[in-house]
């Protein structure tokens, strides 16, 4: 079997080791012992994306006029440009009632779980995750919803994805009322096959499955392609997640969006927007103007084959990624995982005890680099996620601390 089959107690065990990994965060921030870090990324910042006329609205010349807090859906301006986009990548006929804003894609994840919870009034529904994944996202559905959620794993290291239409089967077997995706996933970055990503949209839908696809990874694709679903995207079933969270390292902005059928959508008293009504209202006014521009530049790069604005800094990852490839390469005791999409290399180290314990003598030399436990992998794997989406000298700091590692005596 490729997969690992793991249950609640295995995932709220994965999710705690993300509380030993920041514990010792907290201690080498507290001990000003850290030089550099590949944990997150850091790749655009406002500056870079908003113009002076912007930043001078938002509190240097505060004078225009504007109300407290704005749509609960989110901006129509924002929404405008999400169904563009979508509609010119997949050739569907999205509108403003697939698409609300949310505060980030975890919180999106969190409040389509609690209104599809909603809908099973007599019963709790069941979530089959098809990973790796973030285990974190379940926190909220395992211990206060109280949800059942099965993990299936594929990390065995013969691909991190279903191959077959019979993997897909023997997963639906659990009898899930939802089924998690993440496309690509993560850490690894490796598309789902789209031709099984169909095939199991279909099959839920006529078992009445809702299929949750986290896409906060596609960026950066390797075949310069990305995902690109077709129509039959577009399916009652399907909920869409998303952000620039990660495909910018904008992740302070919390700002991210459901796609979705306008039933689930709903408005400021029904479906997922009632949900976002109290909890963010609307995305500041940066937020907004940053996404509507990060968006008109993918928009003109698709339809006017015109460069991407940021087209030297994506160029600039690929080196990075690159350095970082040829240098670990050297090493015995290094597997690289090559990815198909996002700007993180996931590594494998042989002949170590664990992955909690490489983080904690990276941190004890000065850098980060995420131990990937709290993903779905065995810690005894020692699988570590490096992002190359950083200043070239925190890239050489870390990598010099990880190899210095790695040459000594076992």
């Known amino acids: ?34 030089k550099s ?17 912007i930043i001078n609205s938002l509190g240097l010349k505060r004078h225009r006029i504007s109300l407290g807090y704005g749509q609960e859906v989110g901006e129509d301006i924002v929404r405008e440009k999400i169904v563009e986009r979508e509609n010119l990548i997949h050739g569907t006929d999205y509108n403003l009632e697939n698409v609300t804003v949310v505060a980030g894609a975890w919180f999106g994840v969190e409040v389509v779980i609690e209104e599809i919870t909603q809908k099973y009034a007599n019963k709790k529904p069941k979530i089959a995750v098809i990973g790796p994944t973030h285990y974190q996202l379940f926190q909220r559905p395992i211990e206060v919803l109280g949800l059942e959620v099965i993990g299936f794993d594929f990390v065995n290291f013969k691909g991190s994805t279903p191959k077959t239409k019979e993997e897909i089967d023997q997963i639906l077997k659990c009898k899930p009322n939802v089924v998690f995706v993440t496309n690509p996933n993560n850490p690894i970055g490796e598309y789902f096959p789209s031709n099984l990503l169909r095939y199991l949209i279909s099959t839920c839908k006529k078992r009445k499955i809702f299929v949750i696809i986290d896409e906060m990874q596609n ?32 992740a302070e902005y919390r700002v991210g969006w459901v796609i979705a059928d306008k039933s689930i959508i709903g408005s400021r008293y029904t479906g ?10 609307n995305a500041p006014r940066a937020a907004n103007d940053a996404i509507v521009k990060l ?18 800094r994506i ?17 015995p005791r290094i597997e690289i995982i090559h990815r198909d999409a996002c700007f993180n290399l996931t590594v494998r180290i042989k002949d170590f005890p664990s992955d909690i314990e490489m983080s904690r003598r990276l941190m004890n030399r000065g850098t980060l680099i995420m131990p990937c436990t709290g993903y779905g992998y065995r810690t005894e794997d020692v699988v570590m996620r490096i992002t190359f989406a950083e200043r070239w000298s925190r890239i050489k700091h870390s990598m010099a601390v990880l190899t210095s590692i790695l040459n000594e005596k076992k």
């Not at 609640?8 to 201690?27: P, V």
């Open 37 to 53: 870090s590949l944990d997150r990324g850091a790749f655009t910042h406002p500056k870079q994306i908003l113009n002076r006329e």
């Open 315 to 331: 160029k600039l990852l690929y080196k990075k990624e690159d350095f970082i490839i040829k240098l670990l390469s050297k090493n």
């Open 295 to 312: 968006l008109d530049f993918e928009i003109n790069e698709i339809r006017n084959k015109i460069e991407h604005p940021l087209g030297r």
């Open 1 to 34: 079997m490729r997969y690992i089959v793991t249950k609640n107690k295995q995932i709220k065990k994965r999710m705690r080791s993300f509380n030993e990994y920041y514990s010792l965060l907290r201690e080498a921030i507290v001990s000003g012992n850290l």
């Open 219 to 250: 960026f950066l694709a390797t075949d310069g392609k990305g995902i690109n679903y077709g129509k039959w995207i577009k399916a009652k079933n399907v909920i869409r997640i998303d952000s620039f969270s990660k495909h910018y390292a904008l």
């Open 272 to 281: 997922i927007t009632q949900h976002v009504r109290g909890l963010m209202g």
